[in-house]
């Protein structure tokens, strides 16, 4: 809405303001019932025109009826339901628990009469299992490519190894074989092997 300005002061809507004339009691009533919301008297009244408007209700008699008879017909509804759920219930009864009930009180009388003592038996403590520390004999296909990815690395690493090895022949004592590799390199291999 836009605001329009009348000497130095602003005032919402499109237009100016018109009077309607209310009997004291209503407009006391409407005052008090537009405080509740924090809005002003116009934005209420607008919006129980509005409301009114889109639910096609008569103040008068026939918004009351529509709404009596939405309550009506949910009403039934929620009653047809509850039934069925009741049908269910007795029915769920009848063919399952009543008989599994008499099933078991046959059995209590056969065992009273009977005057055994149950036997007891030990409880039994399931075994914890270990199973999961046995080694498998398979791998699933994605830890293998990465197992045969590691196996390459690692293979073309002995590799370069290897390639930098010399054989020393001394001029005294016995032949010995010389790696060509930096400390630094030396220690990530340590490193890495470990």
Known sequence: MEKQSTNGRTKKGTGGYSNITVKKETATRFRSYSKRFGKSHSEVLDGMIQYFKENN????GEGTKII?????????QMMKKFDRLIAIIKNMEKTSIRPTYEMMLILYEAYVKDGRKPKREPVKIQEERMDFLEPRNTVP???????????EG??????????SVEKVQPIMGKPYLK???????FEKLKHHLR
């Open 154 to 163: 690692y293979k073309k690493r002995c590799n370069e190894i290897l390639n």
């Open 179 to 185: 790696i060509n590799v930096d400390i630094e390199e």
């Open 68 to 76: 009596l008879d939405g309550i009506k017909k949910l009403e039934r």
């Open 57 to 60: 209700l008569d103040p008068f």
């Open 141 to 151: 296909k994605v830890e293998h490519e990465r197992i045969l990815r590691e196996f």
